[in-house]
């Protein structure tokens, strides 16, 4: 199972906005509206942000969105603050029990 | 409020085996799936398996089948992933996670366990 494709990096100032972007295949993100995405602080564990797609747990803020069209799927940050900066980690349900991860993206608030 | 303590540093020797405990507590261990996830220096994430923690079953990445035993102690509410003929590429921190939410390899994480490979 290969990494779904993530951009290595994404910025934008306070306030703004920054998309990252996830593709897969036809056989995971694609055939599937099982997409979670993950935030990861230096050191840290990694905190689910978005699942199903485009649901977000209880207590995480609403400036995180979900998306997906075909094999690729978005997380949106609205608003960036300096504590969004992270990194960044989809990942699909793959079919037959098995899950694969995106390659991250590096988020930095300029 | 739920909890997956995780076994402390190891390091290990080429062709020696692992083995990584997961502590569950604040909620009916094997009401849920437990994933391990590992995460190389600077890569990325990358999933392993799970483990039922109610009935015992098992799924393993192709990459790790072969290698990789993940097995649960319901008595104690501790999962445990085992990896075998380690090289210096397993090198990693690896995670244990709870899946409770549909589709998603993991929506609470443990601490993570740092695995060195070195002779």
């Known amino acids: 199972q290969s990494a779904l494709t993530q951009p290595p990096s994404a910025s934008g100032s306070p306030g703004q906005s920054v998309t990252i972007s996830c593709t897969g295949t036809?056989?995971?993100?694609?055939?599937?509206?099982?997409v979670s995405w993950y935030q990861q602080h230096p050191g840290k564990a990694p905190k689910l942000m978005i699942y199903?797609?485009?649901k977000r747990p209880s207590g995480v803020p609403d400036r995180f969105s979900g998306s997906k069209s075909g094999n690729t799927a978005s997380l949106t940050v609205s608003g960036l603050q300096a504590e969004d900066e992270a990194d960044y980690y989809c990942?699909?349900?793959?079919?037959?029990?098995?899950?694969?991860f995106g390659t991250g993206t590096k988020v930095t608030v300029l | 409020q739920v909890q997956l303590v995780q076994s402390g540093a190891e390091v290990k020797k080429p062709g020696a085996s692992v083995k990584v405990s997961c502590k569950a507590s604040g909620y009916t261990f094997t009401s849920y799936t437990i994933h391990w996830v590992r995460q190389a220096p600077g890569q990325r994430l990358e999933w392993m398996g799970w483990i039922n923690a109610g009935n015992g079953n098992t799924k393993y990445s192709r990459k790790f089948q072969g290698r990789v035993t993940i097995t649960r102690d319901t008595s104690a509410s501790t999962a445990y992933m085992e990896l075998s003929s380690l090289r210096s590429e397993d090198t990693a921190v690896y995670f244990c996670?709870?899946?409770?939410?549909?589709?998603?390899?993991?929506?609470?994480w443990g601490q993570g366990t740092l695995v060195t490979v070195s002779s």
């Open positions: 996670a709870r899946q409770v939410l549909a589709g998603t390899p993991g929506d609470y």
């Open positions: 036809s056989s995971d993100v694609g055939d599937y509206d099982y």
């Open positions: 990942s699909s349900y793959a079919g037959i029990n098995n899950y694969v």
């Open positions: 199903e797609v485009s």
